[in-house]
């Protein structure tokens, strides 16, 4: 099967992105995403964003109180990341990353990252037949969230950015097929599939994969 690469759009939106965070940030983001042509040739680009993101880092979770207050106005989303998050993740059950900025501790987002397998059924073209004896291997968004405050500032990005580098980073030493999650209504769905993610079923809260060949294009330097 013709594998699916990112559309140039898509790919332009991402990689204008990178580039804006690399200015506004200095941001720890992979050299090999710096050198891309695509990615050069968007750093002359302005950016639109009225938060400065500069002095962002992104870090696993500290402690409870950095997510106590947090709100990002659904409530699943709230309740989860105040009463869960730092438990699960002491207990191996997610990771979550945190956004902090200069010396406060309050977290401006989170996401939180598992392993799942996802059914065969949910893959693109003739790759179910390759996992016919069981699932195929996903890293997992369980959760993608901005405190409401702040929100479409691109802090959102920022974080998904960052959790598509660590899924790409363990893809080079575990299998993985891609990343998944699951929108939480039509304006996330939108949202993800304008950062390369493509719904694979039609419900209210669709299963969005994201293949390992999107976050190869995304993150591995073109030759040429
Ligand atoms: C979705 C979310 C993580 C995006 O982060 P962000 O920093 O606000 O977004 P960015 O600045 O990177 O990008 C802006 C885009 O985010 C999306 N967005 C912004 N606020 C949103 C919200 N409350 N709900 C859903 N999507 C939202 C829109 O697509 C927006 O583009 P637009 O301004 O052209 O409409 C964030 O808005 C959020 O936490 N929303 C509420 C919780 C949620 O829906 N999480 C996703 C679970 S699947």
């Not at 720890?28 to 040739?41: D, E, G, I, K, Q």
């Not at 009225?50 to 950095?66: A, F, T, V």
Request: proline residues 4%.
């Amino acid at each position: 099967m013709r594998k699916r690469s990112l559309s140039s759009k898509t790919r332009k939106r991402l990689t204008t992105f990178v580039a804006m965070l690399m200015r506004r940030t200095a941001a720890c983001l992979p050299s090999f995403v710096a050198h891309t042509s695509s990615t050069r040739r968007i750093l002359m680009t302005s950016a639109t964003q009225n938060y400065d993101l500069k002095g962002i880092r992104i870090e696993r979770i500290p402690s409870r109180d950095c997510v106590r207050r947090f709100k990002c106005g659904e409530t699943s989303i709230d309740k989860w990341v105040s009463d869960k998050a730092f438990k699960h993740h002491d207990q191996d059950r997610s990771r979550v990353f945190c956004a902090l900025k200069g010396e406060s501790t309050a977290a401006l987002g989170f996401y939180a990252l598992s392993f799942s397998p996802i059914l065969p059924t949910y893959l693109f073209g003739q790759h179910a037949d390759r996992y016919q004896d069981g699932d195929a291997p996903f890293v997992y968004i369980e959760w993608l969230a901005v405190q409401r405050s702040i929100q479409s500032n691109g802090i959102g990005t920022v974080l998904l950015i960052n959790a598509l580098q660590r899924a790409y980073s363990v893809s080079r030493n575990v299998a993985i097929y891609g990343v998944a999650l699951r929108a939480l209504n039509d304006r996330t769905r939108a949202y993800y599939e304008g950062h390369g993610f493509v719904a694979r079923e039609d419900s209210a809260f669709p299963l969005m994969i994201l293949p390992i060949w999107t976050l190869r294009d995304l993150f591995e330097p073109r030759r040429g």
